[in-house]
């Protein structure tokens, strides 16, 4: 705290002993005793000069020396006491005062008030002091301090020194503080394309919890699997492409350092992490830099609302939703809904928007029900849908399973086997990878599939890819992979030296796009697939409804 007087001194001495050089000599010395930082002998003098009615002008700057004396000697609530009066009056010295205040403050351990104090000066020079002050006092602060009151101080440039010193040179933070600390890193400008190449930058868990091998299997491997053979696709089309590939670890201290890389920054396009601590840093991070980060699997776009550069790949549940509620009103099979769902987010999530937008066009909701693999069968048989029945027993138009999970699946799909009706059950396309369900056995044709980016299974670049996929890898691509291939397709359609690197633009611009692998996507005005048609099995061909 004594460096900011002493700086403070040498900037202020000068023109006040100039100001008050008829003073008492006494006085004088005071001063000299001040600048020579003797600030047990000049208290005395300056006490002796602080009546105004006797001394008038002369008492203010006398005041004012007082206080910086007390701030010398670690006085502060000395200090605070003696220059508030100062700090709050119209006089020559108003800035000076309100200065000396802060440190006073801040030496107090009242961070609040000296920020706010600071936040009146309008002196440039002095307040630039008291920026200063502002970054040496708070550099030792908590994160969570700094990031709480970020928005009230933001624009004390040494309040976001300190955010981003305290931030950067953390060990533990959280991943709210680490959204901050990105979002701070980007305050001098965003990305750019800045030639002709389409830097991609891929962020996958591929280890994680302790365990450093590298599996060549489950979800992960098969994204990256669909996601490599993409990029080999575009150079194989004449495309200029670079590819970095990070591992997340699961470690947000790993994923801030892997955010460092100079590969990362100058990505035009970042393609993951996962799970939602990574995604919610990488999405603050994306924003700060002006590049894309696009979500590959997630329909969850609660966290990317407000957001300009992240995206979900797939539809979110208001696009979900918005399909499932426009097939139901054209294909008008009745008024009434029935609703299960799975216990994920999503599932829960969606059966609730599509309840109150169902119930907002006037449908009948008569049963909104968690479901599992124990009770999706009493869900089904509840509604009437039961082997000793036909559909017009059932007591509802229509039924939804909101559900990716095999096991509620199974035993639902069993049932049908079983049951004799035509009533209407929207299912998500999940459920045509399942290997149990042969949908062709069933005695109606009343399956319907929710799309979610879905492959087109008949086409023959479908039956290419995977072709080509088997012959590289002596198996057959899974959902996940071919869903990491449709990503990098879109990306290339969207993103190229010839249409430039602005995906915001580019997406703005168009509308409906085909898919290569898949029936489409519809990304104008939007940060997730709006395209969500229903499918209809027909002689096992896949058929939108609309």
Known sequence: MRQYILGFLLFVVPFTLLAQSNAPEDYQSALRNLKSKNYGAAIPIFLKYTDESQFGNLALFSSLHLAEAQLGLMRYEDAISTVSPLANRNWVRTEEAKYILSLGYFGNGQNLEALREISKIQNSEILAKAENASFEKLKDESPNFLVANLEEFSSNQGYMGALQFVLANSEVLSASDRAAYYELRGKQG??????LVL??????????????????????????QGLKMGMDRLRSNGMDVALSTFDTK???????????????????????PIYPDESDVVSAFAESQGIPFIHPLSNLQDRFEDRDFSFLFRPSLEALSDGILASLKAQNWGDSVAIGYGGGTRDRMLAGMLDQKLKNEGFRVVASQEVNSRNVRDFMQGLGIRPSLDSVAIDTNQLILLTDNPNISQPAFFLMESVTTTVPILVMDSWLGFNFANFEILSAPNFYFISNNTPNFGSEKMADFRRNFYEKFSDYPSLNTFLGYELIYWIGQNMSASKGFDLRRNLDQGSYQNGELSWGFNFQNSNSNTFVPVFKLEMGELKPLN
């Open 190 to 195: 965003t990305n750019n394309a800045k030639d």
């Open 199 to 224: 830097d991609v930058v891929i962020l996958l868990p591929f280890t994680g919890n302790g365990d450093n091998r590298i599996q060549n299997n489950g979800f992960v491997y098969e994204l990256f």
């Open 250 to 272: 699961r470690d947000l201290n790993h994923l801030q350092r892997v955010l460092s890389e100079p590969s990362v920054t100058a990505a035009d396009i970042i393609i993951g």
